[in-house]
């Protein structure tokens, strides 16, 4: 009876064992179940995945290890229905365990891919921006030099990624070895980019240099124009030779500095062409075309001016000297006929030298005349004659002329009534011009 006590108790034991390894075989099959479910979600926490089968195979493990244990002290086998299922958990998490492999190895390519695409992308949108004309060259530098920085960026991603991809290597060379080569190219790529982001730095510089040098002949273009505008629109003074002269000399200084003017526009366009490789230099060719034409209008309107200027300058001189030769003529018959000298002579000698000088002053009606002639020849504007000093001047000299001719005659026709031979002079008679 003890004996069949004893028995049943240990069949009871057994039974009670059994279940409890059922039941934790149980919730490791639970456990694989869902672990599949969770392995076919692309976003599955791989990470919380493998630390819970590292527990479930711990489990298990344990659950061998007593059972292997129990019925090694029973000096018994393991029931085959216990070592099944054991087998069947150890087979699962085998299967888990390689399908959390794959899913790791998935995870790990996306994110290898990941940061490699945004490597690439940062560097075409660099790459695509180093060849974008700027606007503004001070902007466009400072753009570059953050695109270097950008790129030393790249730089250090990309090794951070090829020392990554080098201890993956010794978990799946495959794999690594295609992720390797996507960063071998996008290096290639990135040294390249350094290159365009150095070339237009070197660029920028230069280009620096030749806006500087740009500016300083537009500067003088510039400056060349407002003073030829104010030339321009300035009144002519129709005056003395002298005078004119002074004004010849100021247009012909300004037509001489505008022979620099066309070199240095030539210069400035040469510049344009150069800055267009990276700079847009629309406005700035306009306003090159728009300063070789205004310049040129210039040029003519001052060669214009400065030849009507030349004009009234010669005609001005030769009417100037045929003045002062009256002037001169009228001055030395004048001061003949004052003479003291003269009248201290005999009325028979005073007749004969006044006759004289109204011979003489036959050549005054030539000399008024080639006057006359100068001033209607003069090649200035008809308004300002009347105005011009010199204009009344000869015409004050014909007047006195004639004047003096007249008074000369009546002196002789006085001297000739009053003298003793009368009778024996025949002047010939006179008249005004």
């Given at each position: 009876m003890q004996t069949?006590?004893?028995?049943?108790?240990r069949v009871q034991q057994e039974l009670k064992d059994r279940e409890d390894v059922e039941r934790g075989l149980s919730l490791v099959k639970s456990w694989i179940q869902d672990s599949r479910e969770l392995l076919l979600n692309p976003t599955a926490d791989v990470d919380i995945l493998t630390q819970e089968l590292e527990c479930t195979w711990t489990n298990v493990d344990k659950i061998a290890e007593q059972q292997q244990s129990k019925y090694l002290d029973l000096y018994t086998i393991l029931p085959s229905e216990i070592s099944m299922q054991l087998a069947e958990a150890a087979l699962a998490l085998g299967s888990i365990e390689d399908q959390r492999d794959i899913q790791k190895t998935r995870v790990i390519k996306e994110e290898f891919n990941s940061r490699i695409h945004d490597v690439s992308e940062k560097m075409k949108t660099i790459s695509a921006a180093l060849k974008e004309k700027a606007t503004d060259i001070d902007q466009a530098k400072e753009e570059t030099q953050g695109f270097c920085d950008e790129l030393e960026s790249c730089g250090r991603t990309l090794a951070e990624l090829d020392a990554a991809v080098q201890d993956f290597g010794r978990r799946n060379p495959l794999l690594a070895k295609q992720v390797g080569d996507a960063i071998t190219k996008l290096g290639e790529i990135h040294q390249h980019t350094i290159r365009l982001a150095e070339y237009r730095k070197v660029w920028l510089k230069k280009a620096d240099a030749h806006l500087d040098e740009y500016s300083e002949m537009l500067e003088f273009i510039v400056k060349w124009t407002e003073q030829a505008r104010s030339l321009v629109k300035a009144n002519i003074i129709w005056n003395s030779s002298s005078h004119l002269q002074e004004q010849i000399r100021m247009y012909q200084s300004v037509?001489?500095?505008?022979?620099?003017?066309?070199g240095d526009l030539e210069a400035m366009q040469e510049k344009v062409e150069l800055l267009s490789e990276s700079l847009q230099v629309e406005a700035m060719g306009q306003?090159?075309?728009?300063?070789?034409?205004?310049?040129?209008?210039?040029?003519?309107?001052i060669r214009f001016r400065l030849q009507s200027l030349q004009d009234a300058a010669k005609d001005m001189e030769t009417f100037e000297s045929e003045v002062k030769a009256l002037h001169v003529a009228l001055e030395q018959v004048q001061s003949t006929l004052t003479s003291p000298e003269l009248a201290r002579l005999s009325l028979k000698e005073q007749l004969s030298q006044r006759q004289r000088l109204l011979t003489d002053m036959e050549s005054f009606k030539q000399q008024t005349q080639v006057v006359h002639a100068c001033q209607s020849g003069l090649r200035?504007?008809?308004e300002v004659m009347v105005s011009m000093a010199i204009c009344r001047t000869a015409l004050t000299l014909q007047q006195e002329a004639s004047q003096l001719q007249h008074t000369a005659i009546q002196q002789c026709n006085i001297?000739?009534?009053?003298?003793?031979?009368?009778a024996h002079l025949h002047a010939p008679p006179y008249g005004h011009f």
């Open positions: 069949l006590v004893s028995c049943r108790g037509l001489h500095e505008s022979r620099e003017l066309h306003q090159v075309a728009e300063l070789s034409r205004h310049t040129e209008e210039l040029e003519q309107a200035v504007p008809e001297l000739q009534v009053g003298g003793d031979c009368t």
